[in-house]
């Protein structure tokens, strides 16, 4: 089960260099139900996600590279392409903020993940988190790969 809660940040109150990022690519092959390829630096998964917002079922595989290059041939999109920073907060939880890349260039989010759905729904985000986009979905990664940065913010 993944249960995490997703934020649309505007900047960034201090440098990111001291925290490790990883270079991510991923593709989909399907979008019902979502069956995504990811590339995350020199690592590749298959994943495939249920329904849902806050908390949604989700199994991933690793693969080689060889498999994936065979799948990547399977996607009608464009990959989204994120430089990915990760940020460790109190409670030994991370903050992953996402830099988007090509036609998303411009697009920062930030996400944090949780062990249950209660400890999702106490988290008090950081002011610099942004705006809550968890339960919108225009900024999943399925429709910004298929639609583009939603209009309205």
């Known amino acids: 089960m993944e249960i995490e809660r997703k934020f649309l940040t505007k900047e960034i109150p201090f440098s990111l260099e001291q925290y490790r990022f990883a270079k991510i690519s991923q593709s989909y092959i399907s979008f019902s139900p979502t069956i995504r390829i ?9 994943t495939v996600k249920g329904k849902g917002h806050l908390a949604r079922e989700e199994f991933e595989m690793q693969l080689t590279k060889e498999q994936y290059q065979a799948l990547e041939k399977k996607c009608d999109t464009p990959p989204v392409i994120k ?4 940020v460790p907060l109190k409670d030994n939880l991370v903050a992953e903020i996402d830099f988007y890349e090509g ?9 944090v993940e949780f062990c249950s759905e209660q400890a999702a729904t106490c988290f008090v985000a950081p002011d610099w988190f942004g705006k809550e986009v968890t339960f919108d979905s225009r900024y999943k990664n399925t429709n910004l790969s298929l ?5 309205t913010t």
């Open 38 to 46: 990811r590339q995350s630096d020199t690592n590749y998964f298959l």
């Open 83 to 86: 430089k990915r920073y990760y």
């Open 103 to 111: 036609k998303l260039k411009g697009l920062i989010t930030t996400e």
């Open 147 to 151: 639609h583009g940065i939603p209009q």
